[in-house]
């Protein structure tokens, strides 16, 4: 279980190493696209898609396999030890796929932090400002709700006194 932990950690940490290669330069890939693509359907020059950068899931994961599959092949001939088992091969191709994406995020998230940096500031600025008007809206409702209150306890009125019923009044005047 250490072992399967400890590769999968190191895929991970070679997933990023190779998508990070392929960002800046896809040589590799152009090489075998030349190879086996006629002239019509090789990329073109402005193209950067290379083995893992810019692919789909199911191609990168074609791509990855095929490459640990050949590198526990050459590992089985050179030692003849049996390291390369089930569980560690899964291990190395998952964790390598994580890489991948882990490092388009970080790639993808600096690109747009970069592009956002300036608005950023003023964003920020806005935020505060905003938050300074929310604050001074809400002392503001408290203080009127507390005048409001006071104006309540001082303005109460007295008790009037006991005045005529509307019956007794209409009497008086002989209406009733």
């Known amino acids: 279980m250490t ?3 400890i590769v999968f950690i190191a895929a991970i940490l070679f997933g990023i190493l190779l998508y990070w290669r392929e960002s800046n330069g896809n040589g590799l890939y ?16 402005e193209d950067k ?3 893992v950068f810019q692919q789909k899931f199911l191609l990168r994961l074609v ?6 599959l050949i590198g526990i092949v050459v590992t089985r001939f050179l ?5 390369a088992t089930i ?11 994580l890489g991948t994406y882990l490092a388009a995020f970080i790639f993808k998230s600096g690109d747009v932090i970069e592009d956002k940096s300036d608005s950023l500031g003023d964003l920020v600025k806005d935020t505060i400002e905003k ?19 006071s104006s309540a306890v ?11 019923s509307a019956r007794e009044r209409l009497k008086d005047k002989g209406l009733l």
């Open 3 to 5: 072992l399967e932990l």
């Open 30 to 45: 152009r090489f075998f696209n030349k190879i086996i693509n006629s002239k019509e359907l090789q990329m073109k020059p």
């Open 49 to 51: 898609t290379g083995f």
């Open 63 to 68: 791509f990855i396999s095929f490459l640990f």
């Open 79 to 83: 030692i003849p030890i049996d390291l």
């Open 87 to 97: 569980s560690i091969f899964a291990s190395m191709i998952v964790g390598t796929l």
């Open 131 to 149: 938050g300074k008007d929310f604050v001074e809206d809400l002392k503001a409702k408290e203080a009127e709700k507390d005048s409001v209150i």
């Open 154 to 164: 001082e303005n109460k009125e007295e008790p009037k006194p006991e005045e005529k």
